[in-house]
């Protein structure tokens, strides 16, 4: 049975920091690629940030560039997201994903097999 479980998700100041941490079990975890993606209240789920094990690379959207930094601990099947600076417009419920795959970073909801059940981020202004 895989399971993707995150934590670290809780309240804070704009400007503030937050780590994610999201747990994996039940799968290979170096054959995933592994994604974060976030839904805002009204909002449709969008992705975030992804991490290609393969190539050593990440991808991130333009509006958490220089700000959220995905990183793995392959050793301990977790995937880490880091937020600097956050924003009043990074609340959200924040979901860890797993995409069969070591080199190809989807950036679609259909791109991704496991999900995790999702923490909720919010900052104040």
């Known amino acids: 049975q895989v399971q993707l479980v995150e934590s670290g998700g809780g309240l804070v100041q704009a400007g503030g920091s937050l780590r994610l941490s999201c747990a994996t079990s039940g799968l290979t975890f170096t054959n995933y690629v592994m994604g974060w993606f976030r839904q805002a209240p009204g909002k449709e789920r969008e992705f975030v940030t992804g991490?290609?094990?393969?190539?050593?690379?990440?991808y991130s959207i333009d509006s958490v560039k220089g700000r959220f930094f995905i990183s793995r601990d392959n050793a301990k099947n977790t995937v880490y997201l880091q937020m600097n600076s956050l924003k009043p417009e990074d609340t959200a419920v924040y979901y860890c994903?797993?995409?069969?795959?070591?080199?190809?970073?989807?950036?679609?909801?259909?791109?991704?097999?496991?999900w995790g059940q999702g923490t909720q981020v919010t900052v104040s202004s």
């Open positions: 991490y290609s094990r393969s190539r050593g690379s990440t």
């Open positions: 994903a797993a995409a069969l795959g070591t080199s190809y970073i989807g950036s679609n909801l259909h791109d991704y097999r496991y």
